[in-house]
């Protein structure tokens, strides 16, 4: 029976197990970023697209919007992951590993989920044709690629203080139940 028991905790299950729940995580909060986020508009003119009013502010709405949801989420999910005690190396790698892919998942669902490239779109549009602006995690500005952000760590900093809080501040710690 022991055998049995043995191959329902073994770390590769646990890793498993992990990367599925961070993937989930990560693909429920890109459809909760791009349904949360209002896209500003902008204008197409002389075949190019320019956000309208123009400004930080407006430019940074998705970026703060994507830390705002994705670092309490990294959090939750490290905290689910570290509850399940043992192998504790195992879902170590496996939060960490599974927090980058969930923070690209995420980005990845919310901005195909949004609308599509405005500087694409006013291409072919007669100058002053209002154009809502994509999901990205950086200024709408030419030639910028619309990844390329340090808010992609959010989501693997929560998960890093979620899985410290289990272990430090957790009622059992790193303990072992007695064996047998």
């Not at 055998?3 to 429920?28: I, K, Q």
């Not at 910028?144 to 693997?156: E, F, K």
């Amino acid at each position: 029976m022991s055998e049995v028991a043995d191959v329902r905790t073994t770390p590769l299950r646990r890793v498993l197990a992990v990367l599925a729940l961070f993937v989930a995580g990560g693909a429920g909060g890109g459809v909760l970023w791009e349904r949360l986020w209002q896209a500003p508009t902008g204008l197409a003119f002389e075949g190019r697209w320019y956000l309208e009013p123009a400004g930080p502010d407006v430019s940074f709405q998705a970026i703060a919007l994507f830390v705002v949801i994705s670092f309490p989420l990294g959090l939750v999910l490290a905290l689910l992951s570290g509850m399940w005690r043992g192998h504790e190396t195992a879902t170590l790698v496996s939060v960490v590993v599974g927090a980058g892919v969930a923070a690209f998942v995420m980005y990845a669902v919310g901005h195909a989920l949004g609308p599509g490239d405005p500087q694409v779109l006013a291409a072919g549009q007669p100058d002053y044709t209002p154009l809502p602006a994509d999901l990205g995690l950086t200024a709408p500005d030419p030639g910028r690629v619309a990844w390329h952000s340090s808010a992609l760590l959010a989501l693997p900093a929560g998960a890093m203080t979620g899985l410290v809080a289990t272990y430090l501040l957790g009622s059992r710690g790193l303990e072992r139940r007695p064996r047998g």
